[in-house]
Each structure stands twice: as C-alpha cells, then as structure tokens.
C-alpha cells in the first residue's frame, strides 16, 4: 500500500498485488495486481461497506476521498457463487450512481452495477456467456460452503446479449432475478434460445420460472413459447424436425 502525499495531503494511493505497475492516478486509489483466489459475494460485501464510508466521508465538511478504482486484477480462480472460474480479469470502479464492475474470462465477460442505495437491483449485463465452455470448466467448490439459498442471493435485473455453446450463437433474453421464502424467481422472462420465443402469457401474466428450495425441490414455469421455425428449433435442440 503506497500513497503520493502532496501540499494539501494525500493526493493518490496504489494498492499493489504482486509486481505491477506503480504509477499514480490523481485523486484515485488504484488496486492492480494479481490473486489466486477471490470470491463475488466477499467483493460485494467491500462494496456496501465502502459505500458506508463514502456516505460519511459526503457528509464531512472539508473532507478529501479518494475514489477507489480496481485496474483489471488478475484472478486465478474466481468463486462465482459455488462456481470457480479461471484466469479471469476483474474491474472496478466508483461511478456517480454506484460501482461499475466488469468480469472478463475467455467464455465469459459481463458488467454489473451496484447502486449506492442497498435496496436498488443490482443490473446485470452479460456481453457474452458460452454456456457449453462455462459449465465443462466450472467447478463445483467441495469445501464447507453452505448449499445454494435464496436468501444468500441479491435481487438482479439480468440482460443477456449473447448465449452460445462451442462459439456457435443460439440465443439472448433478459429477466428479473428475485428470492423470497425458499423459492427463487426468474420474473418477466423475454428471450430467444434457438428460434423458440419466451415470453408473457398476457399483459397480467408473465413468463416466470419458479426454482423451490426446500426439502422437496421443484420448478414451475409458467411462458408463452411460439416460433416461425419449428423445425429448426427442434434440431437447435437436437431433435429430430418435424412438420405439422
């Protein structure tokens, strides 16, 4: 930890991981470097304390911050929620309506806001995500982690640009990702995944999927699906065509 001290006091800061880069960015404390591990929900949770910080450090008179800005860390192994993705790029930085965050793996990359306000969604978009290199990689964590909760997870708006599998493009959709009660919800379903159309029933009924959690798990879902190419969607899904 480094600081560029100045006339009117500390005018930068470097957080160094490792051998890096050591030059300043004033008014900026800059983190760079390299890990072998990080967890998601851990850097979440630095995110809602630094957020108590900043609030305070506002309503200070007189009071000189630093913004806080992560430089693309590189981390060998990612805990993404029970999953371990490898060799990926982080970034980070203190925006006017809250962090900006950004993920950048070789199958996957994606930015999330986090507002400064605790109760606000958080907004997910996913540039791209190959669903087939993601989960073949991915590793279930076999320690003492607690099982999947829905109480452990945040309210997401989630916008998904690209899905694809082996490089091959087959979809894109967006929903709203919400928990209460054991049950975890996939609200207001719109997407497109090899030529079938998710979407709402009717204006008072939309697409939802319903993960319960509880001793007895099960899924409801409840969409309106239709296309213009049957066939075609049937062999997306490796099934044989068929005309009706």
């Known amino acids: 930890l480094q600081f ?12 160094s991981l490792g051998l890096t880069d050591n030059a300043y960015r004033p008014g900026y404390i800059v983190a760079r470097g390299h890990l072998l591990h990080a967890n998601v929900q851990q850097w979440i949770n630095v995110v809602n304390r630094y957020n108590g910080f900043r609030e305070q450090a506002i309503k200070a008179e007189n ?3 630093l913004i806080a800005d992560i430089d693309g860390i590189h981390i060998r192994n990612l805990d993404l929620y029970g999953y371990t993705m490898q060799d990926a790029r ?3 930085s203190d925006k006017l309506t809250g962090w900006q965050l950004r993920l950048e793996q070789q199958h996957l990359s994606g930015s999330l806001l986090l507002d400064h306000q605790p109760d606000v969604p958080i907004a997910l978009a996913i540039d791209n995500i190959d669903i087939e290199k993601v989960m073949s990689k991915a590793r279930v964590i076999k320690s003492d982690s607690t099982p999947l909760s ?3 997870l945040p309210a997401v708006d989630v916008l998904v640009h690209n899905i694809s599998a082996n490089g091959q493009s087959f979809g894109s959709g967006r929903f709203l990702l919400r928990s209460e009660e054991g049950v975890l919800q996939f609200k207001d379903i719109h997407a497109v995944v090899h030529q079938l159309e998710f979407g709402e029933l009717s204006k008072n009924s939309p697409c939802i999927l319903q993960w319960h959690l509880a001793e007895n ?11 213009s190419a049957v066939d075609q969607a049937l062999v997306g899904f490796e099934l044989p065509p068929m005309v009706v």
Not at 4 to 15: D, H, P, S, V, Y
Request: with cysteine.
């Open 4 to 15: 560029l001290m100045g006339e009117q006091g500390i005018e930068a800061g470097l957080i």
């Open 63 to 65: 009071s000189q911050r």
């Open 90 to 92: 982080f970034f980070a």
């Open 150 to 152: 829905s109480d452990a």
């Open 217 to 227: 798990p099960k899924t409801d879902f409840t969409c309106r699906i239709r296309s």
